[in-house]
C-alpha cells in the first residue's frame, strides 16, 4: 500500500512538472531568444540555452527608433494603464454599489443590459465607438483608451463588483443608517474599506488587460510619440524588409517583467478577491 501510494505520487508530481514546463515554455522560448543571435532564433528554435549570449539585444532594443527610445513607450503605457486602472475602480464600485444595494426604477432591466454586453465581442462595438470618437476629435489622443473607464467601466469588473457587496451584510448598511449616515457615507466609510480584496482584483485584471492592449490603441493612436508598449514591439516587424528578432524578444521580455511584478506582489490579494464572497467575522 505504501508503495502504491509513493508510486501515485511520484506520477502525479511528474505529471504537474511536465505540465507546468509546458505552459512556461513560451516564456522560456522568448527570454532565451532574446539572447541568441538573430540567425540562430529560428534557426535552433527547439534549444533554450543560446550558442552565443546577445546581451547586446536589449541595449538595441532599448535604443528604439529615430529619435524614440523604448522608455517612450514604457512612459506612455505606463500613464494610460495607470489611469484605465483608476478609472475602472472609480466607476465600478459606484455602479456596482448602486445596483448591489440602491432600489430604483428600472434596476432589473439596466443590470439585464449590463449582463448582456458581457456577451458582446470588441469587434461589434469597435466601429461605433470610433465613429463617436472621431466625431469628438478625440482620434490620435489618449482619451478613447481612457475616457470610457471613466464613465462606464467593464461590464465584468461590474459584476464581481456587485456580486461581492451582495456578501456584505446588510445589518452594517442598516446600523448606519440608524446612525444618521447618507447613502454616500455609507458607501465611502462601510462598503468601501469591505470591498479591498474585490478592488484589489479589479486593479490587477484591469492593469494585465490594459497593458497588454494591442487592438485599442493600434486604432486610435496614429503618432509614433503617442504609441504604447504593444504598438512599440509591433515596430520591430517589418514584412517588407528584416524584422530585428532579437530586440523584439529582448523588448518583450522586458514588458513581461511590470506584470510579472505586480503578479508577485498582488497574488494575496488576487486569489482572496475571487474566493471571498462574504465578510467573515
Not at 489611469?83 to 466607476?91: A, D, E, K, R
Not at 478592488?199 to 497593458?211: E, N, P
Not at 514588458?255 to 482572496?272: A, D, G, H, N, R
Amino acid at each position: 500500500m505504501k508503495k502504491n501510494k509513493t508510486r501515485k505520487t511520484f506520477l502525479y508530481h511528474g505529471f504537474i512538472w511536465l505540465l507546468g514546463f509546458i505552459m512556461i515554455y513560451p516564456i522560456l522560448w522568448t527570454i532565451a531568444s532574446s539572447l541568441k543571435p538573430e540567425s540562430e532564433i529560428f534557426r535552433n528554435a527547439a534549444s533554450l540555452i543560446p550558442s552565443e549570449w546577445m546581451w547586446e539585444n536589449f541595449a538595441r532594443g532599448w535604443e528604439g527608433f529615430g529619435n524614440l527610445s523604448f522608455s517612450t513607450f514604457f512612459i506612455n503605457s505606463t500613464f494610460v494603464t495607470t489611469m484605465v486602472v483608476i478609472g475602472t475602480l472609480f466607476s465600478s464600485t459606484l455602479v456596482a454599489f448602486g445596483f448591489a444595494r440602491i432600489n430604483f426604477r428600472f434596476r432589473t432591466a439596466l443590470f439585464v443590459c449590463m449582463i448582456v454586453t458581457l456577451m458582446l465581442p470588441q469587434q461589434v462595438t469597435l466601429i461605433p465607438q470610433y465613429i463617436l470618437f472621431h466625431n469628438l476629435g478625440w482620434v490620435n489622443t489618449y482619451l478613447p483608451l481612457i475616457v470610457p473607464s471613466f464613465i462606464g467601466g467593464i461590464p465584468f469588473f461590474i459584476f464581481l463588483m456587485i456580486q461581492f457587496i451582495r456578501g456584505i451584510p446588510r445589518e452594517l448598511d442598516e446600523a448606519a443608517y440608524m446612525d444618521g449616515a447618507s447613502t454616500f457615507q455609507i458607501f465611502w466609510r462601510i462598503i468601501l474599506p469591505l470591498t479591498t480584496p474585490a478592488l484589489a482584483t479589479v486593479a490587477i485584471f484591469s492593469f494585465y488587460w490594459t497593458w497588454d492592449d494591442f487592438m485599442t490603441p493600434l486604432v486610435y493612436l496614429n503618432d509614433t510619440e503617442l504609441y504604447t508598449v504593444a504598438l512599440g514591439l509591433q515596430m520591430f516587424s517589418d514584412p517588407s524588409s528584416l524584422s530585428a528578432w532579437g530586440p523584439m524578444f529582448a523588448m518583450s521580455v522586458a514588458s513581461i517583467v511590470p506584470q510579472l511584478l505586480v503578479f508577485l506582489f498582488f497574488q494575496k490579494y488576487l486569489v482572496e478577491g475571487i474566493t471571498a464572497g462574504s465578510v467573515k467575522g
